[in-house]
Nanobody, 132 residues
Framework: QVHLVESGGGSGQSGGSLRLSCVVS????????LGWFRQAAGRNERERIA?????????YADAVNDRFALSRDSGSKNTVTLLMTSLKVEDTGMYYC????????????????????????WGQGTQVTVSS
């Protein structure tokens, strides 16, 4: 099991910055893929914002590429941070930290999924509201 707790949401101005944090705990912390997703108001689906690859590299949605930065501190408090800069009004939404099991290929190797439907563990979410 994996437990995720987000913090750091709130209100920001267009062009400003916000930092979201997610503390990850549980028995399988070192084996799961981690990422951030967003659900806009009035929409049922959650969209991928940023995820880690199995080699530790990061992958971003086109809408946030070059503005958001994903990082991980694997110290005593396993924390995943999403630094959001150059904020836009359309960044508004509920942000979720999530964990998924890697995809293992029959011929070897693995990859982290990007489809939110494949993420089994979710935090409670933190609201981000950006005003113009």
């Amino acid at each position: 099991q994996v437990h995720l707790v987000e913090s750091g949401g709130g209100s920001g101005q267009s062009g400003g910055s916000l930092r979201l944090s997610c503390v990850v705990s549980g028995d399988s912390v070192t084996n799961v893929c981690l990422g951030w997703f967003r659900q806009a108001a009035g929409r049922n689906e959650r969209e991928r914002i940023a995820t880690f690859e199995t080699d530790g590299s990061t992958s971003y949605a086109d809408a946030v590429n070059d503005r958001f930065a994903l990082s991980r501190d694997s110290g005593s408090k396993n924390t995943v941070t999403l630094l959001m800069t150059s904020l836009k009004v359309e960044d508004t939404g509920m942000y979720y930290c999530a964990a998924a099991w890697p995809i293992y290929y029959a011929r070897g190797g693995s990859a982290c999924p990007e489809d939110p439907n494949t993420f089994a563990f979710w935090g409670q979410g933190t609201q981000v509201t950006v005003s113009s």
